[in-house]
């Protein structure tokens, strides 16, 4: 059983559906603690209500990023974790922390990177006129969004969609593939062979993006 924590600071959707697939009977990783940058963060009480022990790590309170970082090793390391999975986490970490936890670190992303990296992705996705969209889970790497991919799913873009739309349609993907994904490293699946992730035990078909309908 791979023990993971969660990384958040707001809403927490994709925390819930992690914690969802992991009390499912034989799942192969357990969430072992929620970490939130922000008091408030609503993702907290997600926690919460599943008896997740939760840990706030303000980085209001720390002088520096490097100080901020350390505490939230120590935080993860004090809970045993394995693996990192930041869902929602607003804070840029720094590369010593990064390196530190090299290859046992995923992230989400909505966008099919390497497209869109950053933030306001659904609002840039509309303005470039693409029609596919999607979301992504990554290895994470001192650069933001990058890294190598575990996984990808993805959605189109539809005529009338706004930024809202959009991002409801990529975040019900979302839900779908972060656990995908984590159960894919959780079982010792996946292999980083250079910066591509390989996958084991799976036919390449199988590999291609999932394709999720547009929401009548
Ligand atoms: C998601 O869209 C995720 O891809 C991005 O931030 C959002 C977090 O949403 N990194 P939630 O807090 O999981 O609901």
């Known amino acids: 059983m791979m023990k993971v924590g969660v990384l958040i600071s707001g809403r927490g959707s ?5 914690v969802a697939a992991t009390k499912e009977p034989g799942f192969p990783a357990a969430i072992v603690i929620v970490v939130s940058n922000k008091p408030d963060a609503p993702g907290l009480d997600v926690a919460r209500a599943a008896g997740i022990p939760t ?10 990023r490097e100080a901020f970082d350390a505490e939230l090793d120590a935080v993860l390391c ?19 922390f990064v390196e530190a936890w090299r290859d046992r670190q995923l992230n989400i992303h909505p966008s099919l990177l390497p497209a869109f990296k950053g933030l306001h992705v659904h609002e840039r996705v509309l303005e470039t006129g693409c029609r596919i969209t999607g979301c992504t889970v990554h290895f994470v790497r001192p650069a933001m969004d990058e890294g190598p991919i575990v996984a990808q799913v993805a959605v189109p873009v539809v005529p009338g969609d706004t930024p809202e739309t959009l991002a409801d ?13 984590l159960r894919l490293v959780a079982e010792g699946r996946t292999r980083i062979v250079g910066e591509r992730v390989e996958i084991d035990g799976l036919p390449l078909e199988a590999q291609a993006p999932l394709f999720v309908p547009p929401v009548s």
């Open 14 to 18: 994709n925390l819930r559906s992690l």
């Open 55 to 64: 840990a706030v790590v303000n980085h209001k309170d720390y002088p520096t």
């Open 78 to 96: 004090r809970a045993g974790v394995e693996l990192i999975c930041s869902a929602g986490f607003m804070r840029i970490l720094s590369e010593g």
């Open 169 to 181: 349609r990529v975040l019900e993907a979302e839900h779908k593939l972060y656990p995908l994904a």
